[in-house]
């Protein structure tokens, strides 16, 4: 199957720091790309949904503000978490597809703490 | 709202067992289910899925079918193996699985020798 790669696996960073999360689909062109979040023992919630040199669509609650969405490219979105704080902790994980292949491939998370 | 609600684990079997993991959804439209498993360290992969009533989806022993009228989408395996510990997530789509997905909680499962 197809395959997205997503760094940093962890991460933890200071309290009004931020950070950058990357996603790559490897090899096929990704024209839409999901972050979710997860807590723990709860479900994956989709944060926001990003299409090719658009502006990233924000699910209901998720400050866009906060969480910056970048996809500059067919294989390459980003999420950053601006000012992080505590609550920020949490799992990460991006999801890409294309027209073609008729599902999204996950990538493989990213597990943010802020201290 | 679409929402997709699966049994708590974790879920400890014994090699061999017979394994059933519940899920029951709700949704506006007439959805696609899915399951996902996610092993150790690695991503959600998608195990199998079902895009009509009735539909059976089936993977490396794996199988589960779309019922309807109960609103479900079981998973089950016959005979389960150690290399089967991970976590299973059920998801639905309305539109398909390239569009935005709903999940459950994920269910995890342990099976020991």
């Known amino acids: 199957g197809a395959v997205v790669s997503q760094h940093p696996s962890r991460v933890i960073c200071k309290s009004g720091t931020s950070v950058k999360i990357e996603c790559r689909s490897l090899d096929f062109q990704a024209t839409t790309m999901f972050w979710y979040r997860q807590f723990p023992k709860q479900s994956l919630m989709l944060m926001a949904t990003s299409n090719e040199g658009s502006k990233a669509t924000y699910e209901q609650g998720v400050e866009k503000d906060k969480f910056l969405i970048n996809h500059a490219s067919l294989t390459l979105s980003t999420l950053t978490v601006t000012s992080a704080h505590p609550e920020d902790s949490s799992f990460y994980i991006c999801?890409?597809?294309?027209?073609?292949?008729?599902?999204?491939?996950f990538g493989q998370g990213t597990r943010l703490t802020v201290v | 709202g679409d929402s997709v609600t699966q049994m708590e684990g974790p879920v400890t079997l014994s090699e061999e067992a017979c394994l059933t993991i519940n899920c029951t959804y709700t949704a506006t439209g007439y959805p696609s289910l899915f399951w996902y498993v996610q092993y150790p360290g690695e991503g959600l992969q998608l195990l199998l899925k079902?895009?009509?009533?009735?539909d059976k989806g089936s993977n490396k022993g794996f199988e589960a079918t779309y019922r309807k009228e109960t609103t479900s989408f079981h998973l089950e395996k016959g005979s389960v193996q150690v290399s089967d510990s991970a976590v299973y997530f059920c998801?639905?789509?309305?539109?398909?699985?390239?569009?935005?997905?709903?999940f459950g909680t994920g269910t995890q499962l342990k099976v020991e020798l």
């Open positions: 998801a639905l789509s309305v539109g398909g699985g390239g569009n935005k997905l709903t």
């Open positions: 999801s890409a597809r294309t027209a073609s292949l008729g599902e999204a491939f």
């Open positions: 079902a895009t009509k009533a009735d």
